[in-house]
């Protein structure tokens, strides 16, 4: 077998491995979780979770480089429901501007107005059973932050973006449009362990991060603004301050269900 053929086969598992595998790891795990919260189980899941997604993002990387994975190229034509069109261009980047402030608004608020903070907690209380509570747990948070932020665009716009469109040693060459849509499906299926409604909420966000990457042609914005969005929880959610008894209980276990 050719070594591009080689190459074509383990991304091709890599693919497969990241939509129906990746996903569901962890999931036996967070509904443990969910039943039983505690800072231990906290500290354990951001371990586990670290480590898998920097795994995978190794072995991406092996086997198709990531000077590949961190360019998304746009050739005429790749777009024709965008392409000549530059009022329509316009439009798609003042919405991405729009979610995207939308999106780090909460954290902005509340670091200017610390009193603002139980209002967007409720938001996110469904996610407290994963949210970090006591001070280690927080410095943790910032590694998950960074790590979700780097290695999940590398994996789902870098190289299953670029795979699905055939860019890389195989794939299915499949359009630009269908190649953002799907590899966005995957992105909100990666976040199983939150429910129905986390995977469509992400794979939302996913149009969004695949949009503008496509807009920008490199993943340098996603990346920065992935990282932001996930660090922003640390500004919303301080039950230590906030609700001590609540964060008594999540630190020493209790049910989140």
């Known amino acids: 077998m050719s070594l591009p053929m080689t190459a074509g086969l383990a991304q091709a598992i890599c693919a ?3 939509v129906l595998v990746l996903p569901f790891i ?28 920097w795994i995978a ?30 009022w329509l261009y316009a439009f798609a980047t003042a919405l ?16 200017l107005n610390r009193r603002m903070r139980p209002r967007y907690a409720k938001a996110i209380r469904s996610l407290r059973f994963i ?7 927080r410095r943790w948070w910032i590694v998950v932050s960074v790590t979700a932020g780097v290695t999940e665009e590398l994996l789902f716009r870098g190289f299953l973006l670029e795979y699905l469109r055939g ?6 060459h499949l359009s ?13 299926i990666g976040h199983a362990y939150q429910g129905w409604v986390g995977i469509m909420r992400t794979a939302s966000a996913g149009l969004a991060f695949g949009l503008l990457a496509i807009l920008t042609g490199n993943l340098v914005l996603p990346i920065l603004l992935h ?31």
């Open 16 to 18: 497969l491995a990241i």
């Open 26 to 53: 962890d999931l036996p795990r967070t509904r443990q979780l969910k039943r039983h919260s505690s800072s231990q189980a906290r500290m354990s899941l951001y371990r586990h979770g670290i480590a898998k997604t």
């Open 57 to 86: 993002l190794a072995t991406v990387v092996a086997c198709s480089g990531y000077q590949r994975l961190f360019v998304i190229p746009r050739y005429p034509g790749d777009l024709p429901w965008l392409d000549g069109r530059p």
């Open 96 to 111: 991405m501007a729009v979610y995207f402030s939308l999106a780090l608004w909460p954290g902005l608020h509340c670091m």
């Open 131 to 137: 949210s970090p509570v006591s001070r280690k747990e």
């Open 167 to 172: 860019h890389l040693d195989g794939g299915p």
């Open 176 to 188: 630009l449009t269908l190649a953002w849509l799907l590899s966005s499906v995957a992105f909100g």
């Open 227 to 257: 990282c932001l969005i996930d660090l922003q929880v640390l500004a919303i959610y301080h039950p230590e301050i906030d609700a001590p008894e609540e964060a008594a209980a999540l630190t020493a276990g209790c049910n989140c269900e």
